[in-house]
Every structure is written in structure tokens, then in C-alpha cells.
T-cell receptor, first 114, second 110 residues
Framework: GAGVSQTPSNKVTEKGKYVELRCDPI?????LYWYRQSLGQGPEFLIY????????DSGLPNDRFFAVRPEGSVSTLKIQRTERGDSAVYLC????????????FGPGTRLTVL | QKEVEQNSGPLSVPEGAIASLNCTYSDRGSQSFFWYRQYSGKSPELIMFIYSNGDKEDGRFTAQLNKASQYVSLLIRDSQPSDSATYLC??????????FGTGTSLTVIP
């Protein structure tokens, strides 16, 4: 079956611009996570959705970052006024339900802010 | 203070040897532990998870958990060149957040 998909695979933008990163989880998975991974680091938790609601957004670094999941499936991570320090690979993962232990990761979106 | 600590390596072992990867954590409330493998330029994929003290074996992989000493390890027996990757330790405190270590780079030398 289809895994987690993310688009675009690469995004290059200029400092100060707005970007949207999309995640399409595995069908039927209610839990969805966003992570950010910088070079040489492990994934850093950003936000978790259970269904349509953001159950935990404590990992978002500041108010320039926002994520939605309006219909409980596809999620969009939105970054306003991008900064060079936002450059990283943004990973999305889904799992079958809250508390389920295996997360399935998408291929990631590599964001480069010039 | 970092939640999860891993030796970044690189760790090199000859083909056929046992690779030992270690991870320590700071929060005694940690409930579940995961090992992910990440090939260069790829996303993490789950290898094993463990919740209880002791050993858990799956094929060539054994996860070991010692909650009293706050460490979890991954042993890879009969290491193969295809095992060369970064191994990420991940823990969950019982909520919805998962804390990853920085990863240990493993190279298996043919």
C-alpha cells in the first residue's frame, strides 16, 4: 500500500517568504506528526495531530510556524517570514492511532532558505 | 539537558561482527523506546521497540533496556555492509512527543 507522501521533495525560497509543506499520511492513520531534522541531528518534534485537532504543538519553535489538518487526513505545515535558520528537512510521520508505537515516516521535504 | 544521548560515532565494525549501539536518557518517566535506522538521504524506519526491562530479540537485532541505569542498547549480530546507516534512539514519555537522539553512524566494513 501507499506510504506517507510529502510534497514538495525540495523547496528553495528566499528569506522572508512564506512556504507550505504538505503531508499525506497512510490512509486510516489518525495520528500525524511533524518533525524537523537538521544535518547531523535527530528529528526534532514540532507538532502532533490526533484527527483534525493539534493535540500538542509545543514543539513549534515560534509563531511563524503553523500547521493544519482540516479533514483529519492531509496536513500542511506553514512557515511565515522564513529565516535561514529554518533550513532543514521537514519530516512527517503517521501512526495508526494515538499511542500506537510505530511511526511511518515520509521521505521529507528539504527546505532551503537563501 | 538533552533527553536522549547517543555517541555520534562513527562506529566501524568488520562484516560478521557484533555492532553495539548505546543510548542513555534522562527522564525516568520514559515508557517506551525505539530504534530507527536512517540511510543517508532517506527517512527513518523502525527496527525495534521495547518497553520492558531485559532483552528483546528480532532476527539479528537485540534491544536491551535497563530502566534503573537509564540506558537502552541495540545489538546487531552478523553485521552486514547493508547495515551501514545512522541509528536513531527514540523515546516516549507516555504522551504524544517522541524524543530522538542525534544518532550513531555505523559503518560495516566488508
Amino acid at each position: 500500500g501507499a506510504g506517507v507522501s510529502q510534497t514538495p521533495s525540495n523547496k528553495v525560497t528566499e528569506k522572508g517568504k512564506y512556504v507550505e509543506l504538505r503531508c499525506d499520511p497512510i490512509s486510516g492513520h489518525t495520528a500525524l506528526y511533524w518533525y524537523r531534522q537538521s544535518l547531523g541531528q535527530g528529528p526534532e518534534f514540532l507538532i502532533y495531530f490526533q484527527g483534525t485537532g493539534a493535540a500538542d504543538d509545543s514543539g513549534l519553535p515560534n509563531d511563524r510556524f503553523f500547521a493544519v489538518r482540516p479533514e483529519g487526513s492531509v496536513s500542511t505545515l506553514k512557515i511565515q517570514r522564513t529565516e535561514r535558520g529554518d533550513s532543514a528537512v521537514y519530516l512527517c510521520a503517521s501512526s495508526l492511532e494515538q499511542g500506537a508505537y510505530e511511526q511511518f515516516f515520509g521521505p521529507g521535504t528539504r527546505l532551503t532558505v537563501l | 539537558q538533552k533527553e536522549v544521548e547517543q555517541n555520534s560515532g562513527p562506529l566501524s565494525v568488520p562484516e560478521g561482527a557484533i555492532a553495539s549501539l548505546n543510548c542513555t536518557y534522562s527522564d525516568r518517566g520514559s515508557q517506551s523506546f525505539f530504534w530507527y535506522r536512517q540511510y543517508s538521504g532517506k527517512s527513518p524506519e523502525l527496527i525495534m521497540f521495547i518497553y520492558s526491562n531485559g532483552d528483546k530479540e528480532d532476527g539479528r537485532f537485540t534491544a536491551q533496556l535497563n530502566k534503573a541505569s537509564q540506558y537502552v542498547s541495540l545489538l546487531i549480530r552478523d553485521s552486514q555492509p547493508s547495515d551501514s546507516a545512522t541509528y536513531l534512539c527514540d523515546l516516549n514519555l507516555g504522551g504524544n512527543q517522541f524524543y530522538f537522539g542525534t544518532g550513531t553512524s555505523l559503518t560495516v566494513i566488508p
